[in-house]
């Protein structure tokens, strides 16, 4: 009998779940945050990772957990980190500092880049990279996003994603400057999205400023001041994002999907209320470095408290995950201006008293569910999107 016991107390965990991922994160001692919201990116805690010889944190959002990895890595003043081979494409939002970017393979090209805050890039899989400092007297902080959770339900072996050697990348991506991924955004046609009317994308894999970008198009399904800008990766990666903006003294509709879709706040200031269906509204304010994820199928609604341009740069998940569309309100998953709750509206104009700015929100939109009326430079964009070539 005893020896039966200790053979149960052996295989007791067999039966257990735990994820993989979860199991390795956690045995790297490093910082874990187990949330929904984060209010800054920039001084959420940190700790020693002695594996990759820098500081790093885990964001662990709620909804995804387990699906998506949102790391922070810390690089000290002047300092540059040690090289890393990893086993997935990653993309790199940089919350703060300014750096190099160096990424090869061995016997190719090397590829070396500036960035600063509010640059993105993507790091293709299997790709050697290093991240430099390059300020003596400040950290520098970067974001990093991949799939490694849902790998690692797979193939659980940490190795196998770090410094593989059996596993060699497409050296084609970094080709020749004739195939540079790292070069100017181009232009792609494709078809028309939902609550978009642009059929278009503007493709790179390093994008210097998002807060610097111009390249925008309407967003008209979503608000009357909604923009959006197109961003999307080559083909060689699955990794998805882009970059939604709102005009100031305005508001996007209520909506829900499913869960996986990672926001973070380039710049701006503004506030998102989320809800469960039928459940309590909260605000949660936003401002540059922040980060959340609406859970599964609650509803959120962004709106701008600035006086400029608010941003926010949404991580989507892969398409074998894609958020769901269940019909939630009226045979969809967006609840229009006539039938919100007028707290909202109150909640927002208030808000914005304080600042003292004022609402350009048309206020027979919360009236008429006929009435069509956009702010000019969307009309204006409505317009040259329509126009016959």
């Not at 820098?54 to 709620?62: D, E």
């Not at 600035?306 to 892969?318: R, V």
Request: glycine content about 8%; proline content about 8%; some cysteine.
């Amino acid at each position: 009998m005893a020896q039966a016991g200790a053979g149960q107390d052996r295989w007791k965990d067999r039966w257990t779940f735990v994820p993989r991922y979860r199991r390795w994160i956690e045995a790297q001692d490093i910082p874990i945050h187990h949330t929904y919201f984060v209010d800054d990116l920039r001084t959420i805690e940190v700790g020693p990772w002695e594996e990759q010889e820098c500081n790093a944190a885990v964001v662990v959002l709620t909804g995804q957990e387990y699906q998506m990895e949102t790391r922070i890595t810390e690089i000290p003043p002047g300092q540059t980190m040690a090289p890393i081979k990893f086993s997935l494409d990653e993309l790199i939002y940089v919350l703060s500092g300014r750096g190099l970017a160096t990424i090869w393979t061995e016997g190719g090209p090397k590829k070396t880049f500036e960035w600063q805050p509010h640059s993105m890039f993507v790091v293709p899989r299997n790709y050697s990279y290093q991240l430099a400092n390059a300020q003596g007297h400040v950290p520098a902080r970067v974001l990093h996003y991949n799939y490694l959770p849902m790998a690692m339900s797979i193939i659980p072996e940490p190795k196998f994603f770090f410094d593989n050697p059996a596993l060699q990348p497409d050296t084609d991506i970094l080709g020749g400057e004739e195939h540079d991924v790292y070069s100017e955004a181009k232009f792609i046609q494709g078809a028309a999205r939902e609550n978009r009317t642009t059929g278009g994308s503007w493709v790179a894999s390093f994008f210097p400023d998002l807060m610097a970008w111009d390249k925008l198009s309407s967003m008209a399904g979503r608000g009357p001041g909604a923009y959006s800008s197109g961003l999307a990766f080559p083909n060689f990666t699955t990794l998805r994002a882009g970059l939604p903006i709102m005009a100031s003294g305005t508001y996007k509709k209520a909506h829900a999907h499913g869960s996986g879709v990672v926001i973070v706040i380039p710049g701006g200031e503004g506030m998102s209320i989320m809800w469960p269906m039928g459940g309590e509204q909260k605000v949660y304010p936003w401002h540059e470095g922040s980060m959340f994820a609406p859970p599964n199928l609650w509803f959120h609604q962004h709106f701008n408290l600035n006086a400029n341009l608010a941003h926010y740069l949404t991580l989507h998940p892969a398409r074998n995950i894609e958020p769901s569309g269940r019909a939630l309100v009226g045979g969809g998953t967006q609840i229009e201006f006539v039938d919100e709750d007028p707290w909202i509206r109150q909640t927002f104009e208030a808000e914005l008293a304080k600042r003292g700015i004022e609402s350009l929100m048309n206020p027979e939109i919360y009236t008429n569910p006929d009435f069509k009326w956009l702010l000019p430079e969307i009309q204006e964009l409505e317009d040259q999107e329509h126009s016959p070539e």
